[in-house]
């Protein structure tokens, strides 16, 4: 094969070896490739935080991908909360499930440098919400439950992120901020949340030969969130908001080109709150995600 021949062949096999590389659990990719379009993901996440239970399982399509460089996503999440025997604090027992709030996203990558066998990018993410999850359960006793209870904010929300990915052969980093506000709801507005995230991966093996090699990749992730106090009426609410940060080890196993599994373990490591707020716990996640070609 002649060197313009090697040189040609190396371009066109560059955005495979990108599909090699997955994407992080938790934290966000500027890749606009590969699992990102033209698909569906699907996970569930457990939390505890004292005598409440939650189990979120999100439904995110990736339905419309109008350039190389833009994706989109639909999420519809099925919510479960439920408060033990001891929950005193709230009234007791309780249990509600249902839709949460609709999410949407749009992805733009505004600046790619690929290369060989890596990439580097910086991308937006513009994104929001609308109030789908009902606000309205009742306690045992027939009072409208604490709104940490609802399934949904209540209100629509909006924000912004900003995206940083470098793949490098098997490495790969991937880093990103983000703030999100909510409008208010009967005078209650949940407190602006300022997201962070650093993702860092290893490929196994170190050679892809083509996109039905079978890859491993492992994750260790860094996850913030810094949200201010809700307000009611214009007035803070004491025991609301602070600095919650995890540790994220996790995983993605590409078994087809199409098709791959994820899990996560998010182990709280930062717990600053205002007021008195009970504790996360661990917070395991899986699942996977699957390509339409």
């Known amino acids: 094969m002649t060197r313009p021949s090697v040189v040609l062949f190396i371009l066109a096999l560059a955005p495979g070896l990108l599909l090699a590389q997955g994407l992080p659990f938790h934290t966000q990719s500027a890749l606009t490739t590969a699992f990102e379009e033209r698909g569906v993901r699907a996970f569930s996440m457990l939390q505890r935080r004292g005598d409440v239970s939650v189990s979120v399982s999100p439904l995110v399509v990736l339905p419309f991908a109008p350039h190389q460089r833009v994706t989109t996503t639909v999420a519809l999440p099925v919510v479960y909360k439920r408060v033990s025997e001891t929950g005193a604090g709230v009234g007791g027992r309780y249990s509600n ?3 949460g709030d609709l999410a949407v ?5 505004f600046l790619v440098r690929d290369r060989f066998a890596g990439t580097s ?3 937006m993410i513009v994104s929001g919400s609308l109030p789908t999850g009902s606000t309205d359960a009742t306690l045992e006793g027939g009072g409208i439950a604490p709104r940490p209870l609802q399934l949904g904010h209540g209100a629509m929300s909006g924000g912004v992120t900003l995206v ?3 793949l490098r052969g ?20 949940s407190g602006t949340a300022t997201r962070y995230d650093v993702a860092v991966a290893l490929r196994i093996p170190d050679y892809v030969e083509s996109t039905h090699t ?4 492992l994750y260790l992730e860094w996850n913030g969130v810094v949200s201010a106090r809700a307000t009611q009426n214009g007035s803070d609410v004491p025991d609301t908001g602070g600095h919650v940060a995890y540790v994220s080890p996790g995983f993605q196993w590409v078994v087809l080109p199409q098709l791959l599994l994820e899990g996560s373990v998010q182990i709280p490591v ?13 917070r395991p996640a899986a699942g996977f995600r699957f390509l339409f070609f």
Not at 170 to 189: E, K, L, P
Not at 214 to 217: C, F, K, P
């Open 97 to 99: 499930i249902g839709f």
């Open 270 to 282: 930062i717990q600053d709150f205002n007021g008195i707020q009970a504790d996360f716990g661990v």
């Open 121 to 123: 990018r910086l991308a």
């Open 214 to 217: 079978r890859t491993l990749q």
């Open 164 to 166: 940083a990915t470098l």
């Open 105 to 109: 996203s749009a992805k733009w990558a």
């Open 170 to 189: 098997r490495w790969g980093v991937n880093a990103d901020v983000g703030h999100v506000r909510h409008a208010s709801d009967g005078g209650f507005r």
